[in-house]
């Protein structure tokens, strides 16, 4: 399996207000993943992107999933979740099959599967992540997008 970390860090926390895609977003700065495959890793690489979009690129041939796992090492805030939105309709429920959260005190982490399947070649997901303030409890969104080729 294909695994890669994205390093999350809020910048300013904006909560959220209406809507999902009409609320703003908090301005959060948002690492290029950084591929944790186990060697050799294939060539081209399957993960790129500069953070704010993602490509998740598999050899061809390939029949597994990749995993992606956002952290955000800061105590002041604790994912909640993801939320996906295909362009062609849906949530990204045949897409990404698997989401887990993990929070301890000095922070959390976010690991999706990407389960690769061939009728989402091509498709460009939006996606937000939940994120709540710990001091007052509110709730708001960061605003990323994945690709798949």
């Given at each position: 399996?294909?695994?890669?970390?994205v390093l999350?860090?809020?910048?300013?926390?904006?909560?959220?207000?209406?809507?999902?895609?009409?609320s703003?977003?908090?301005l959060?700065?948002?690492?290029?993943?950084?591929d944790t495959?186990?060697p050799?890793?294939?060539?081209?690489?399957?993960?790129?992107?500069?953070?704010?979009?993602?490509?998740?690129?598999v050899?061809?041939?390939?029949?597994?999933?990749?995993?992606?796992?956002?952290q955000l090492?800061d105590?002041?805030?604790v994912?909640?979740?993801?939320?996906?939105?295909?362009?062609?309709?849906?949530?990204?429920?045949?897409?990404f099959?698997?989401?887990?959260?993990s929070?301890d005190?000095?922070?959390?982490?976010?690991?999706?599967?990407?389960?690769?399947?061939?009728?989402?070649?091509?498709?460009?997901?939006?996606?937000?992540?939940?994120?709540?303030?710990?001091?007052?409890?509110?709730?708001?969104?960061?605003?990323?997008?994945?690709?798949?080729?």
């Amino acid at each position: 399996m294909f695994t890669a970390t994205v390093l999350l860090s809020v910048e300013k926390f904006v909560p959220m207000v209406g809507i999902y895609g009409q609320s703003p977003s908090i301005l959060a700065t948002i690492a290029p993943p950084h591929d944790t495959s186990p060697p050799p890793a294939p060539i081209p690489p399957v993960f790129s992107g500069d953070g704010q979009t993602i490509v998740i690129t598999v050899p061809p041939g390939y029949n597994g999933s990749v995993l992606l796992t956002y952290q955000l090492p800061d105590p002041r805030y604790v994912m909640l979740g993801v939320a996906f939105k295909s362009p062609n309709g849906g949530v990204g429920r045949l897409e990404f099959r698997s989401v887990g959260i993990s929070r301890d005190p000095y922070g959390s982490q976010l690991t999706v599967t990407d389960a690769c399947v061939d009728q989402c070649i091509g498709v460009e997901f939006s996606y937000v992540i939940l994120v709540q303030e710990v001091a007052t409890g509110n709730i708001g969104v960061i605003d990323p997008g994945i690709e798949n080729e």
